[in-house]
């Protein structure tokens, strides 16, 4: 299985011609090192939450790729009013699709959906696990450290984890998180897109120390997954 990071929280999963987007803000987005145009053909477009660093270019790809829009049932309500196709989930709950199985979880943070002027899509925010030819990828979407995340502790192959502090986690909460969830491999995200949220990930290495695997990527670069 592999994982390319596309700039701030923004990553392509694939396996087997099997290939799913998480959080697709490429447009406007100044870490990206693609537009929306230049990715291959996807399945699905997985989303943690509906702020526009991470709905991003959902709507407009899933038109594009004849691919299902996976969200919290209010997000994805939202995603299918302006023309996506769409699966509505809640936290908690998994559903097995033809290209593996998503499970939505608790997260922590805002839930206004970008581009909604009444309000009425907000919604929770949530963190992603997504299984793809028996791999399993947690996303954890922005969110503050909870206790929450010990439930999947052992579960997971690969996390994704954001350290750029001040709308989410730091590098010392989120290597807290690498301790409650105990995977084999962790790449951070969500940091060094904007001044106000920069972050050291050498120091989110040297805090995870021998608990995980830290793998720091730029964009473009990808992790595969053996
Ligand atoms: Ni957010
Ligand atoms: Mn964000």
């Given at each position: 299985m592999k994982a390319t990071f596309h700039g701030h929280a923004c990553f392509v999963v694939e396996r087997d011609e099997k290939r799913v987007i998480i959080d697709p803000f490429l447009t406007g987005n100044p870490a990206a090192d693609i537009g929306p145009d230049q990715l291959p053909r996807l399945d699905a477009?997985?989303?943690?939450?509906g702020h526009g660093d991470h709905l991003g270019d959902a709507v407009a790809l899933s038109k594009?790729?004849?691919a299902v829009v996976v969200a919290t049932y209010e997000l994805a309500k939202f995603?299918?009013?302006h023309g996506?196709?769409?699966h509505g989930m809640h936290?908690?709950?998994a559903h097995q699709f033809p290209f593996g199985r998503v499970k939505l979880v608790p997260a922590f943070h805002g839930g206004q959906v970008e581009g909604d002027k009444t309000g009425s899509y907000t919604t929770n925010p949530c963190g992603v696990v997504v299984t793809i030819g028996g791999k399993t990828v947690y996303h954890t979407g922005d969110t503050g450290l909870t206790l929450e995340m010990q439930l999947l502790a052992?579960?997971?192959d690969l996390m994704l984890v954001p350290i750029g502090d001040n709308y989410t986690m730091g590098v010392e909460d989120a290597a807290r998180a690498v301790e409650f969830v105990k995977p084999k491999s962790v790449i951070p995200m969500h940091y060094n897109t904007w001044d106000l949220i920069?972050?050291?990930p050498q120091e989110f290495r040297r805090l995870v120390g021998n608990r995980a695997a830290v793998t720091i990527l730029s964009p473009g670069e990808s992790y595969t997954l053996s």
């Amino acid at each position: 299985m592999k994982a390319t990071f596309h700039g701030h929280a923004c990553f392509v999963v694939e396996r087997d011609e099997k290939r799913v987007i998480i959080d697709p803000f490429l447009t406007g987005n100044p870490a990206a090192d693609i537009g929306p145009d230049q990715l291959p053909r996807l399945d699905a477009i997985l989303l943690s939450h509906g702020h526009g660093d991470h709905l991003g270019d959902a709507v407009a790809l899933s038109k594009r790729h004849h691919a299902v829009v996976v969200a919290t049932y209010e997000l994805a309500k939202f995603c299918a009013d302006h023309g996506a196709t769409t699966h509505g989930m809640h936290i908690g709950g998994a559903h097995q699709f033809p290209f593996g199985r998503v499970k939505l979880v608790p997260a922590f943070h805002g839930g206004q959906v970008e581009g909604d002027k009444t309000g009425s899509y907000t919604t929770n925010p949530c963190g992603v696990v997504v299984t793809i030819g028996g791999k399993t990828v947690y996303h954890t979407g922005d969110t503050g450290l909870t206790l929450e995340m010990q439930l999947l502790a052992g579960k997971i192959d690969l996390m994704l984890v954001p350290i750029g502090d001040n709308y989410t986690m730091g590098v010392e909460d989120a290597a807290r998180a690498v301790e409650f969830v105990k995977p084999k491999s962790v790449i951070p995200m969500h940091y060094n897109t904007w001044d106000l949220i920069s972050a050291d990930p050498q120091e989110f290495r040297r805090l995870v120390g021998n608990r995980a695997a830290v793998t720091i990527l730029s964009p473009g670069e990808s992790y595969t997954l053996s």
